[in-house]
């Protein structure tokens, strides 16, 4: 606090939040980690020790390379520092090799890839309206803003317990959101095109950005009541942006399409065996479909509807990350996911096309794609809740309504998160770290809302505000 209250006086408080978050970063260090810490030091391994050929077809280890080709780069760019810090970490036959140096290695990793995070975060922040300005600094909204994204609980337990690379990505896309409220259309373009092929995951919210880019930036102009001046189109800024996207996809899969292994790479980008859910069931419609098949297939048993010998020992219900069969209900495919997915995101769509409300409307029309795919889509890991969590912060400080979905949003979604720390030690870390952040989140909000309608009572009200 002492600090916070120094930095207020000589306007850095940005930095200070940012120096804070990463102590605490720092103090995560000797915590728990996932299986994820031993797939991102496999593919250390892999990227280190093999030729480019190789990166898609080794499978020494069950955790293999299934992550666009700009993050298997990148991480062969990490593995020529990891080599100053212990040269075991790269042998791809050291299967779950772990050190104390192995360890400050990838920890230290992350926290330092988290840099773009915190730039995207401050240019995110340059975008927000000034106009709710309260007589304090810890009312403003940029700084509510900045606390919301740089301390976000979800965020901080995923990358840095947990462990993962999430930090800098989400920094791509918050960037990549910041140039386009900034009118940089192309900057904003190129961005997200890189960001896609750092991780697929992104895909879910590329029609977001297709449709905004084609509306607002090929479209030079308007019509009086908003709808399409068709003779404004540009041509040229169709190619532009066909052309930006053509020359970030050919630098990342040119290689492997000249190795003629591109099959090679989607079969591991998009491995649709996995099955309908991930080993933790993400909260979402699928999850509801597969306790509604358990619940059915007990009921049929015990009513002798159903026969035990034909009911496979695993089951979709089971949780295992394989496919399988539904007992009861019908047996969903990657292509209902799809369909179910499309149709969940097009009343969003249509309405970017047709009632534009520029940059905003694209942040709504972006964590709703986020939300359809969350809800309908195939193999959804519960952290991809996360996609809808940190674009709706950059809502919650423009309007009450916003806000309140928000805090309903991201109180369940990070809640959602808690299997994936299971251990003793962690589990009052994940407690403190939720109800400082969530208490934060609705104090502070509430405090800049304050003469508007009580949030949380009329939130039901407000959903509209995201169509």
């Given at each position: 606090?002492?600090?916070?209250?120094?930095?207020?006086?000589?306007?850095?408080?940005?930095?200070?939040?940012?120096?804070?978050?990463?102590?605490?970063?720092?103090?995560?260090?000797?915590?728990?980690?996932?299986?994820?810490?031993?797939?991102?030091?496999?593919?250390?391994?892999?990227?280190?020790?093999?030729?480019?050929?190789?990166?898609?077809?080794?499978?020494?280890?069950?955790?293999?390379?299934?992550?666009?080709?700009?993050?298997?780069?990148?991480?062969?760019?990490?593995?020529?520092?990891?080599?100053?810090?212990?040269?075991?970490?790269?042998?791809?036959?050291?299967?779950?090799?772990?050190?104390?140096?192995?360890?400050?290695?990838?920890?230290?990793?992350?926290?330092?890839?988290?840099?773009?995070?915190?730039?995207?975060?401050?240019?995110?922040?340059?975008?927000?309206?000034?106009?709710?300005?309260?007589?304090?600094?810890?009312?403003?909204?940029?700084?509510?803003?900045?606390?919301?994204?740089?301390?976000?609980?979800?965020?901080?337990?995923?990358?840095?317990?947990?462990?993962?690379?999430?930090?800098?990505?989400?920094?791509?896309?918050?960037?990549?959101?910041?140039?386009?409220?900034?009118?940089?259309?192309?900057?904003?373009?190129?961005?997200?095109?890189?960001?896609?092929?750092?991780?697929?995951?992104?895909?879910?919210?590329?029609?977001?950005?297709?449709?905004?880019?084609?509306?607002?930036?090929?479209?030079?102009?308007?019509?009086?009541?908003?709808?399409?001046?068709?003779?404004?189109?540009?041509?040229?800024?169709?190619?532009?942006?066909?052309?930006?996207?053509?020359?970030?996809?050919?630098?990342?899969?040119?290689?492997?399409?000249?190795?003629?292994?591109?099959?090679?790479?989607?079969?591991?980008?998009?491995?649709?065996?996995?099955?309908?859910?991930?080993?933790?069931?993400?909260?979402?419609?699928?999850?509801?479909?597969?306790?509604?098949?358990?619940?059915?297939?007990?009921?049929?048993?015990?009513?002798?509807?159903?026969?035990?010998?034909?009911?496979?020992?695993?089951?979709?219900?089971?949780?295992?990350?394989?496919?399988?069969?539904?007992?009861?209900?019908?047996?969903?495919?990657?292509?209902?996911?799809?369909?179910?997915?499309?149709?969940?995101?097009?009343?969003?769509?249509?309405?970017?096309?047709?009632?534009?409300?520029?940059?905003?409307?694209?942040?709504?029309?972006?964590?709703?794609?986020?939300?359809?795919?969350?809800?309908?889509?195939?193999?959804?890991?519960?952290k991809a809740i996360l996609l809808a969590i940190l674009p709706m912060s950059l809502l919650s400080v423009g309007k009450a309504g916003d806000a309140s979905?928000?805090l309903i949003l991201t109180t369940t979604g990070h809640y959602s998160l808690f299997p994936l720390l299971f251990t003793a030690p962690e589990l009052p870390i994940k407690i403190l770290l939720m109800l400082?952040?969530?208490?934060?989140?609705?104090?502070?909000?509430?405090?800049?809302?304050?003469?508007?309608?009580?949030?949380?009572?009329?939130?039901?009200?407000?959903?509209?505000?995201?169509?």
């Amino acid at each position: 606090m002492a600090a916070l209250t120094i930095a207020t006086g000589t306007g850095n408080w940005f930095s200070a939040l940012a120096l804070g978050v990463t102590l605490l970063k720092c103090l995560l260090i000797p915590t728990y980690h996932s299986t994820d810490f031993e797939v991102h030091r496999n593919w250390l391994a892999i990227t280190h020790s093999l030729p480019i050929s190789q990166w898609y077809y080794e499978a020494t280890s069950e955790w293999t390379l299934d992550y666009p080709p700009f993050f298997a780069w990148f991480e062969y760019i990490l593995s020529h520092v990891a080599k100053y810090f212990d040269q075991e970490m790269l042998n791809v036959h050291n299967l779950n090799y772990s050190s104390s140096r192995t360890l400050l290695f990838q920890r230290f990793s992350v926290i330092f890839m988290d840099v773009l995070f915190v730039y995207a975060v401050r240019e995110c922040c340059k975008c927000i309206d000034g106009k709710k300005v309260g007589k304090e600094l810890t009312e403003k909204p940029k700084f509510i803003l900045s606390v919301l994204l740089l301390w976000n609980f979800g965020l901080l337990i995923v990358d840095h317990i947990h462990f993962q690379y999430n930090g800098f990505l989400f920094g791509l896309m918050l960037l990549s959101i910041a140039r386009l409220f900034q009118k940089r259309h192309m900057e904003g373009a190129f961005l997200f095109a890189v960001l896609l092929h750092f991780k697929h995951i992104y895909l879910y919210v590329a029609p977001a950005y297709g449709v905004y880019l084609l509306r607002s930036y090929c479209f030079t102009a308007n019509k009086p009541d908003g709808s399409i001046r068709w003779k404004s189109f540009s041509f040229v800024r169709l190619i532009s942006l066909g052309l930006v996207v053509f020359l970030v996809s050919a630098l990342s899969l040119g290689p492997f399409l000249a190795l003629n292994q591109l099959p090679q790479v989607f079969s591991r980008l998009f491995p649709f065996k996995r099955g309908l859910c991930h080993a933790y069931w993400a909260p979402n419609f699928w999850a509801l479909y597969n306790a509604l098949d358990k619940v059915l297939s007990v009921i049929g048993l015990k009513l002798k509807f159903l026969d035990p010998n034909n009911i496979p020992k695993a089951s979709m219900t089971s949780g295992l990350v394989q496919q399988f069969q539904h007992t009861v209900l019908p047996s969903v495919t990657p292509l209902a996911t799809l369909i179910c997915t499309l149709i969940a995101i097009l009343p969003s769509i249509f309405c970017l096309w047709f009632k534009p409300q520029g940059p905003r409307g694209f942040l709504r029309c972006l964590t709703l794609c986020a939300l359809s795919s969350f809800m309908f889509g195939w193999h959804v890991h519960e952290k991809a809740i996360l996609l809808a969590i940190l674009p709706m912060s950059l809502l919650s400080v423009g309007k009450a309504g916003d806000a309140s979905i928000f805090l309903i949003l991201t109180t369940t979604g990070h809640y959602s998160l808690f299997p994936l720390l299971f251990t003793a030690p962690e589990l009052p870390i994940k407690i403190l770290l939720m109800l400082l952040f969530t208490i934060y989140s609705i104090s502070s909000l509430k405090t800049l809302f304050r003469r508007s309608f009580t949030l949380v009572a009329q939130a039901g009200v407000q959903w509209h505000d995201l169509s």
